[in-house]
Nanobody, 128 residues
């Protein structure tokens, strides 16, 4: 069974940057969608960014709130998923989760219900 472990969260002032990491203890990222979701207290879990890479297909998706500020990437050699977050805003404060889904989800890459494996989350707090 794959275990996903997030790290890199913390507290930062608005305008700052953080890089989240998600290490996978088993199984390669090939043929899986990998994504970052976040959930703030009292709010539903929302997709932030997703990536799928296989052969010539290299697909990334971003929520509108993340476009231009966040970058998702993965290192196949180390089975590590990253989320580089720049120009952070207080509304980005949330627990961030790494997730994995089998296959290519097409237009559902930010759909939480399609992801079958989840990490425990890492907290991000952005102060104004």
């Amino acid at each position: 069974q794959v275990q996903l472990v997030e790290s890199g969260g913390g507290s930062v002032q608005a305008g700052g940057s953080l890089r989240l990491s998600c290490a996978s203890s088993g199984g390669p990222y090939a043929r899986y969608c990998m994504a970052w979701f976040r959930q703030a207290p009292g709010k539903v879990r929302e997709g932030v960014a997703a990536i799928y890479r296989l052969g010539d297909l290299n697909a990334t998706y971003y929520a509108d709130s993340a476009k231009g500020r966040f970058t998702i990437s993965q290192d196949g050699a180390t089975n590590t998923l990253y989320l580089q977050m720049d120009s952070l805003k207080p509304e980005d404060s949330a627990t961030y989760y790494c997730a994995r889904a089998p296959g290519y989800l097409h237009d559902r890459m930010l759909s939480a219900s399609d992801y079958t494996e989840w990490g425990q989350g890492t907290q991000v707090t952005v102060s104004s």
